[in-house]
């Protein structure tokens, strides 16, 4: 999808990219090879052509933290085909308070498609060994995450660093006039998560904590269960939506026509 977007230049919104894939403009090459584009001016189309030269190298050498720059967080989703494999899911959970009210942070779980691992409270959870479980990741996932569990992360653990692309799927479901918690997206969508946390919230999460400090080994094992259901069912969920978000842009449709009408030449 990123090599077909447009709306990673300054002043092209989703209404003009669409215009372009109109004219069969459909990916980077496709632009820098038109002598003139409508409603572009030569000099505006000059500064693109060299942007989109910039932006073909840096997805080249895997760049992710170039795109996280330049491009507007609700536009992230758009790199997700071409980082899926590195990328990273992340959840947290908490103690039920907010930073600074005795909040704090009680198991980060990280899942990358292959490996789930966790950070604990007490345990291994730390700046340092948060940055270092992040390293050499090119996406993150998350639901809500940019909301509640980043920023919750950045002011717990100061110098704590996520500099790549952030596919949030609470806002990509939104996009799609989906709404809801991440429990209800995978009922809408035939996810399945383990019989023995099945029905837990975050609520029942705060009080596995509050019993695994008293000792309870068995309440620790099913917070991390609850937790590692909830990091890996999001890259499944990711698949889903970043299809969906895919076919809502129309995209598609243009590659469609552009090969009838090539195929009749």
Request: glycine share 10%.
């Amino acid at each position: 999808m990123i090599r077909h977007t447009f709306s990673l230049l300054n002043g092209i919104g989703e209404k003009l990219e669409r215009h372009i894939w109109r004219k069969g403009i459909l990916a980077w090459d496709d632009f820098c090879n038109c002598r003139e584009i409508d409603g572009i001016s030569p000099e505006r189309k000059s500064i693109y052509d060299n942007q989109l030269m910039q932006s073909s190298m840096e997805l080249g050498i895997g760049n992710a933290e170039y795109f996280a720059r330049i491009m507007k967080r609700r536009e992230h989703w758009r790199l997700f085909d071409v980082f899926k494999d590195g990328a990273v899911c992340l959840d947290i959970e908490t103690n039920g308070f907010q930073p600074g009210q005795g909040g704090y942070v009680t198991v980060v779980g990280l899942y990358d498609g292959h490996d789930w691992r966790c950070l604990v409270r007490g345990e291994n959870l730390t700046t340092e060994n948060l940055n270092r479980a992040l390293s050499g990741y090119k996406c993150l996932i998350t639901f809500y995450g940019a909301v509640f569990d980043i920023p919750f992360l950045l002011r717990s653990f100061p110098g704590v660093r996520f500099d790549i692309p952030h596919f949030d799927l609470c806002f990509a479901a939104r996009r799609l006039k989906i709404n809801g918690g991440l429990k209800k997206l995978e009922a809408i969508f035939g996810i399945e998560r383990d019989d023995s946390v099945k029905g837990m919230d975050g609520y029942a999460a705060v009080k596995l904590w509050e019993q695994a400090k008293r000792g309870s080994s068995e309440a620790r094992e099913l917070l991390l269960m609850y937790n590692r259901e909830d990091t890996m069912n999001l890259l499944e969920l990711a698949d889903i939506l970043y299809q969906k978000l895919k076919i809502s842009t129309g995209i598609e449709e243009y590659i469609s026509k552009e090969l009838s009408v090539t195929s009749k030449r």
